[in-house]
C-alpha cells in the first residue's frame, strides 16, 4: 500500500505541473458521442494546425462530460488562465478558434460554452452553470470529460483507489456495513438493497466465488454504462475491487457487449495499468485479498441483460434465464456463489467508500439514496448524459435540465423497452424506484426517452413490444407467444383494422404475459403497452373508430397534401422528397402527387411554413371490411 501511496503522490504532482503547464492543453470530448460528431477529425485538424504553425500544445482525449447536444466539445486551457470550452465545433470553427485562443491568446468568445475554474472571464459563463449543469449533483460522473481515461496517474491524482485503500483496512464485514449505511441499492434496474445480496453471497459456502459486472446495456437510446466506462473506467474496476473483497470473490468477470469497441479498447488499458500497480493479482496492496478481472464480450442478446441468462451466456451455453431458486448469490456462475452489479453500482463504490457512508445519505430521499444516471434522449432540446438525486421530479429532469420540447409534451418513457409510457399528469412524479413503480413504468438502468405531439403513442407501444418480442429467448409460452399476440394487434390498430374488443384483449394479454413469464423481460415487456392503455386510451380508439391518427405516423390511416395557400415554392421539399412525388417551380404552391407518395413524412417535417398537410383517411373499418 505504501506503493500505492508514492504513486498517487506523484500523479498529484504531475497534475498540478499539468494544470500550471507553461504549454497550452487543448482537450478532446473524444468518447463515442464526440467521435459520432466528428471529434477525431478536428484532432486532425488541430495536429496539422499546430504542425504549420511551428506551435506547441498538448494534445489530451478526455471522455463525455454530458451534454451530448454540445459535441463535439473542445476545450483549451492556456497557461495561467482557466479551461475554456467551446461546443458544436467544426473544422472551419476551430481554426478560428485556435488563431484566437492559441495564437492570439484570446479566448474565441462567439463558440465558448463555459470556463472551468474560480477565475474566469466576465464574457464566458462558469461551465457548471450552464442549465443543462447547474441541477445536476455529479457523484458517478466526476471525473468524466475531466481527465484522461487511459491514464491511471490522472485517476489517482482524481482521488481514485481512495475507496480500496480503506477497504482493505476494514473486514469485508465492516465494508458491507458501510454499503448498508449508505442506502446503496442496484442501478441496474430493480433497485435491490446491494448489501442484502453481499451478506448472502458472502455467507453462501464454496471457495470459489464470483463477481460480475454487467455491462450488457441493450435499451434503445440507452448509454449511461458504455459512457462511464469509456470516461472513467478505473472508477468501475475499482468498485468491482471493492465488491470482490466485500462477498469474499477472487475472480472477476466484466460482460460487456461487443458493440462497446471503445469501452472494451479502455477496460483492457485500464486492467493492463491495475496490473503493474499491484491493483490486481495476488495479495493487492500488500494484502491477503486476491483478484483478477477478465472482459467477456457478449452478442449483444437483450435478454442476456437478466442475470442468470448472462450467467449461462459467460458459461458457453445460450443466453436464457432459469428459475429461481437457487438464486446465483447461493449458485450462479458455474454452480458457485455469484454476485451480479451493475456498471453504475461499481462506479458509485469507489465513492461511498472513499467518503463515507453519512457523506452518501445526504443524496437523494429516504429509501432511495444516492444520485441516478439517466441518458436523456427523444424530442427534448438538450439531450444527453445527466446525473441527478433520485426524487428528483420528471419536470425537474425534462424542462430544467433537458430545456423542454420543441413542440407540445406527450409522454417519457422510463426503463427502456421494458419501462412505462407516462403522461403529462405524472410530470411532478418523483424519480425514485417505488413512484415510477405506482405509476406502472420502471426505473430500468436510466434510458428516458421524451416524446412529444408528433409522436403516435400506439405506433411506440409497437415499437417496444416489437423490441422484447424479437429479443425473447422462447424459452416459456406467455413471453414467446403471447407478445406476438400483442404485435399483432397493435400492428392491426395502426393499420386502421382493429376493433374496439382487441383493447381488453390487448390488456389480458399483458397481464397473462407479466404474470407467467420466467424472467424480467417477459413480466416488463406488455409495459408500453398497458400504460398507453391507461394514459392514452384516446389515441387508440382514435385509431379504432375514427381511422385517425393525429400524429400522422401511421402510414395507412394519412395521405399528404400541399395547402396552397400556405407554400411559397421554396422547394425543400422538393429537395427532401426521394421519389419526386412533389413537384413546381420556385416561388409558387407546389403539388404533390398520391400516387408517387410512400409517406415517409420527409416534406412534412422539413417545412418550416407548416404548408403539407398529413390528413387522415377517414374510412371506418366496418367500411374497409365491407
Not at 161 to 186: C, F, H, N, S, W
Not at 270 to 290: D, P, W
Not at 584 to 590: D, I
Request: charge should be positive.
Amino acid at each position: 500500500m505504501n506503493k500505492l501511496k508514492q504513486k498517487i503522490k506523484s500523479a498529484r504532482k504531475k497534475w498540478e505541473e499539468l494544470r500550471n503547464n507553461k504549454v497550452p492543453i487543448i482537450y478532446i470530448g473524444a468518447a463515442s458521442c464526440g467521435r459520432a460528431a466528428g471529434a477525431l477529425e478536428l484532432i486532425s485538424e488541430i495536429e496539422r494546425f499546430l504542425k504549420d504553425g511551428n506551435l506547441e500544445a498538448r494534445v489530451i482525449q478526455v471522455g463525455c462530460i454530458g451534454p451530448c447536444y454540445l459535441e463535439p466539445l473542445v476545450d483549451i486551457k492556456m497557461p495561467e488562465q482557466p479551461r475554456v470550452s467551446y461546443s458544436n465545433v467544426t473544422p472551419k470553427l476551430l481554426t478560428n478558434i485556435l488563431k484566437s485562443h492559441l495564437v492570439e491568446g484570446v479566448p474565441f468568445a462567439k463558440a465558448a460554452v463555459g470556463h472551468f475554474g474560480d477565475n474566469g472571464f466576465h464574457n464566458i459563463p462558469p461551465f457548471y452553470e450552464l442549465p443543462m449543469l447547474k441541477p445536476q449533483v455529479r457523484v458517478v460522473l466526476r471525473n468524466c470529460g475531466l481527465i484522461d481515461p487511459e491514464d491511471i496517474d490522472q485517476y489517482l491524482a482524481a482521488d481514485g483507489y481512495q475507496g480500496i485503500m480503506k477497504a482493505l483496512l476494514m473486514t469485508p464485514e465492516d465494508v458491507i456495513g458501510v454499503v448498508r449505511q449508505a442506502g446503496m441499492r442496484g442501478r441496474g434496474g430493480a433497485g435491490f438493497p446491494t448489501f442484502r445480496k453481499w451478506t448472502v453471497c458472502r455467507g453462501a459456502p464454496g471457495e470459489q466465488k464470483y463477481l460480475i459486472c454487467n455491462a450488457d446495456e441493450g435499451d434503445p437510446g440507452a448509454f449511461m454504462n458504455r459512457s462511464l466506462i469509456e470516461s472513467d473506467p478505473h472508477a468501475v474496476l475499482e468498485g468491482m475491487l471493492i465488491a470482490g473483497y466485500a462477498i469474499g470473490a477472487s475472480k472477476g468477470i466484466v460482460y460487456i457487449r461487443a458493440e462497446y469497441p471503445l469501452a472494451i479498447e479502455r477496460l483492457k488499458t485500464a486492467i493492463k495499468q491495475m496490473k503493474e500497480n499491484n491493483l490486481l493479482g495476488s495479495n493487492i496492496l500488500g494484502s491477503k485479498f486476491g483478484f483478477d478481472i477478465k472482459i467477456k464480450e457478449g452478442a449483444g442478446a437483450f435478454v442476456c441483460g437478466e442475470e442468470t441468462a448472462l450467467i449461462a451466456s459467460i458459461e458457453g451455453k445460450r443466453g436464457m434465464p432459469r428459475s429461481r431458486p437457487p438464486f446465483p448469490a447461493i449458485a450462479g456462475l458455474f454452480g458457485c456463489p455469484t454476485i451480479i452489479n451493475n456498471v453504475e453500482t461499481m462506479g458509485t463504490l469507489p465513492n461511498v467508500l472513499r467518503n463515507g457512508a453519512e457523506w452518501y445519505n445526504r443524496f437523494g430521499k429516504e429509501g432511495n439514496r444516492g444520485t441516478k444516471t439517466f441518458s436523456l434522449v427523444g424530442k427534448v432540446r438538450r439531450p444527453g448524459l445527466i446525473e441527478v438525486q433520485l426524487g428528483t421530479t420528471l419536470r425537474e429532469i425534462i424542462f430544467d435540465i433537458g430545456g423542454g420540447v420543441q413542440k407540445t409534451f406527450k409522454a417519457i418513457q422510463t426503463g427502456g423497452p421494458s419501462g412505462g409510457c407516462l403522461s403529462e399528469e405524472f410530470l411532478d412524479l418523483p424519480v425514485d424506484y417505488e413512484s415510477l413503480a405506482s405509476a406502472g413504468s420502471i426505473m430500468g438502468s436510466g434510458g428516458l426517452i421524451i416524446m412529444d405531439d408528433d409522436t403516435c403513442i400506439v405506433d411506440v407501444a409497437k415499437y417496444f413490444l416489437d423490441f422484447t418480442q424479437k429479443e425473447s429467448c422462447g424459452k416459456c409460452v406467455p413471453c414467446r407467444v403471447g407478445t406476438r399476440h400483442m404485435v399483432e394487434i397493435l400492428e392491426r390498430i395502426t393499420h386502421g383494422e382493429g376493433t374496439p374488443e382487441d383493447l381488453m384483449t390487448l390488456r389480458t394479454l399483458g397481464d397473462t404475459i407479466r404474470k407467467g413469464s420466467l424472467c424480467g423481460l417477459g413480466q416488463t415487456a406488455p409495459n408500453p403497452v398497458l400504460t398507453t392503455l391507461r394514459y392514452f386510451r384516446n389515441e387508440y380508439l382514435e385509431h379504432i373508430k375514427d381511422g385517425r391518427c393525429r400524429a400522422v405516423v401511421c402510414k395507412d390511416l394519412i395521405e399528404y397534401r400541399v395547402i396552397k395557400e400556405k407554400c411559397t415554392g421554396c422547394q425543400s421539399c422538393v429537395k427532401a422528397c426521394p421519389t419526386g412525388a412533389i413537384s413546381g417551380p420556385r416561388s409558387e404552391p407546389h403539388n404533390l402527387d398520391a400516387t408517387k407518395c410512400i409517406k415517409c413524412r420527409s416534406c412534412y417535417e422539413i417545412c418550416r411554413f407548416e404548408a403539407i398537410a398529413g390528413d387522415a383517411i377517414v374510412i371506418r373499418t366496418a367500411e374497409k371490411k365491407s
